[in-house]
């Protein structure tokens, strides 16, 4: 297992991180313990959770598996989705970071988190009154890192500029979708987080089980999956290009003698922005899969094969301003 820097921090995590959306979902507190021994005997020191996932179930099976074990995990959960009927009951308010950061401590069995995410992005509330609640959360000891998900490149650069110009802590983390099918970060975010040395801990890397090899091309749907069960799967959001790229990873993988689950997770593992891949697991079994995509490269030939198959096209201002560079070199007048 390789472990990376998160960001320009000096914390580690394994590049292949244990998402918990089905503890309690798919998988009982007796399989989650196995698939989190599976993780851990593997050198896998990451693990991603949230206080909304199952009812808070997740977090609370999460908490009773690594008690004792505290030391050896790096756990993120996140806030922001509701956890009851009032007005204060979600969103980014002071108010109720400080009541859900609480509700996930207790849950997890823990005096600490090691990264606490701002789950979803919310209009009505100023980043400052945010910033301000993580940062006095970092100083009271209660988390050790801020980070956000889902946020746009505009208000992602609005937060760390926040942070530098109060002095306040900034988000470290950044948890985007990112996959084979959907490649959007590419465009702007991307930019954003290599500039400002923010880590990228990409979700759903298998595209909800899409790019596990249960499905052919042309299907969108499977016995057994999430597809099915209209649960956490993300098809929405899949680029005009899936079938055509599902079809090049199959043919990827038979050659190379790989699941294409360890393939499509190698793929996101080997963009040199990403900091770790998220991956979650019903059974023993399939982690173990996954876990089979660390500690190697794509062939270059291959990694080119899906690279082509998938890349999305830039968009303005982009697709009209990648040539300009090379124009104004073009424009030079040389002596002699």
Same mark, same amino acid.
């Given at each position: 297992m390789e472990y990376r820097r998160m960001g320009r921090s000096g914390l580690k995590v394994s590049e292949i991180c244990l998402g918990t959306m089905t503890f309690g979902h798919g998988a009982d507190a007796r399989e989650a313990a196995r698939i989190v021994a599976a993780c851990l005997d593997a050198g896998g020191n990451f693990f991603d959770t949230a206080n909304t996932y199952n009812s808070g179930e997740s977090e609370t099976i999460l908490g009773t598996i690594l008690r004792g074990r505290r030391r050896e995990a790096v756990i993120a959960s996140k806030v922001f989705n509701p956890i009851g009927p009032g007005p204060n009951d979600s969103g980014m308010s002071r108010l109720h970071i400080m009541h859900a950061v609480e509700d996930s401590l207790r849950r997890l069995q823990t005096d600490y988190l090691d990264i606490y995410y701002i789950h979803h992005v919310d209009v009505q509330t100023p980043l400052e009154e945010m910033l301000r609640a993580m940062d006095d959360l970092v100083r009271q000891g209660k988390i050790r890192y801020a980070a956000c998900s889902n946020y746009e490149a505009w208000r992602l650069m609005e937060a760390l500029w926040t942070s530098e110009t109060k002095n306040l802590t900034r988000f470290e983390c950044y948890q985007p979708q990112y996959s084979l099918v959907v490649r959007d970060i590419e465009q702007e975010i991307v930019p954003v987080c290599d500039l400002k040395g923010v880590g990228v801990v990409a979700w759903s890397p298998l595209a909800g089980g899409f790019l596990a090899g249960n499905y052919a091309p042309g299907s969108a749907r499977a016995a057994g999956s999430r597809s099915e069960e209209g649960w956490a799967f993300p098809e929405r959001y899949f680029a005009a290009t899936r079938d055509e790229t599902l079809a090049v990873l199959l043919d990827v993988?038979?050659?190379?003698?790989? #699941?294409? %689950?360890? *393939?499509?997770? +190698?793929?996101?593992?080997?963009?040199?922005?990403? #900091?770790? %891949?998220? *991956?979650?697991? +019903?059974?023993?079994g399939q982690i173990a899969d996954s876990l089979q995509a660390a500690g190697w490269r794509l062939p270059d030939v291959a990694r080119e094969r899906l690279d082509a198959v998938s890349h999305l096209p830039h968009r303005y201002p982009r697709s009209m301003e990648d040539g300009m560079a090379a124009r104004r070199d073009a424009a030079v007048k040389r002596v002699g």
């Open positions: 993988a038979r050659e190379l003698g790989r #699941t294409p %689950a360890q *393939v499509a997770l +190698r793929w996101v593992l080997d963009q040199s922005f990403i #900091t770790s %891949a998220i *991956v979650g697991a +019903r059974n023993a």
